[in-house]
Each structure stands twice: as C-alpha cells, then as structure tokens.
C-alpha cells in the first residue's frame, strides 16, 4: 500500500508527519454516506386497514403497520415476522411459516393499487366449508 507523509508547515495544521493511506479515509467517507442513502430508501412502512364486518365486528377497523427490518416486515403492535418471498415494483408477497405448529401466514401487496390481503393457514382450515374469511382492505406507504 502506498503512503503519502504530509509535513508540517506549522503547529496549526497537521501534527508532525501525519500519514494518510491511500484514499482510505475518502472511501470510508463513501461508505458510510452510501449505506445511510440505501437505508433510507430501503426503509417503508406499510399501514394497511381492512373493515370487519365478514369477521362478525361491523364497524370495527382493524390496522396492521409492516415496517421494513433489514429483509424483513416486523408488525409494530406484535411478534408478527415476515420473510420477503417475492417483491417487484407493483408487488409484495410476505409470509411466516411456523414449524412448532404447523402453519403459514401470507400478505400480498399491490403497491400500485394500494391494496392488501392476508391469510392465516393451519391443516384444519382445509377442511372447513366454506373456508374463513380473508383480510383485504387498503394501505397506504408512510416513508
């Protein structure tokens, strides 16, 4: 590696015979503005709203608020994780799979329509007719 010494000209500047390697300072400089810019851009909140009247609870809204965690959505009132199973420029498929009790759980999110949907699946519910109902309703990006 090449060193370039910068000698002093007076006690103000620079302390005697202060060596910089080659850039080294400038690309950490790059690195750390680089990383704050992509987490800015990678960093999205989804709140997603649905009406509750299929559930039995006319009138009742409930909301779910998927922040961006790194390379997955954290639910902000739960345990809720969800794995990125698929994401382009209109879509976001998310999804958690349980293993201690078998189970899958599934989000998908129209991002150009601002639209949402959910289920919650167990082997059970394969057998139920007709099935459960399923969350859909509206969101909205915040960030």
Not at 73 to 94: A, D, P, V, Y
Request: glycine content about 6%; hydrophobic content about 35%.
């Amino acid at each position: 590696m090449k060193e370039i010494v910068l000698l002093q000209k007076d006690d103000k500047d620079l302390p005697t015979n202060q060596v910089c390697h080659g850039g080294v300072k400038m690309k950490v400089i790059v690195f750390v503005i680089s990383t704050l810019i992509s987490f800015n851009v990678l960093a999205e909140t989804y709140v997603c709203s649905q009406e509750l009247s299929k559930f039995g609870r006319s009138g009742e809204i409930e909301t779910l608020e998927l922040e961006r965690m790194g390379n997955v959505f954290k639910e902000r009132t739960s345990s809720l994780t969800l794995q990125i199973s698929h994401e382009s420029k209109s879509h976001l498929i998310l999804s958690q799979i349980l293993d201690y009790y078998p189970s899958l759980t599934i989000v998908f999110i129209d991002k150009d329509n601002k639209e949402w949907g959910m289920g919650y699946f167990i082997m059970s519910d394969f057998k139920k007719s007709p099935p459960e109902p399923l969350s859909y309703g509206k969101c909205v990006i915040v960030n």
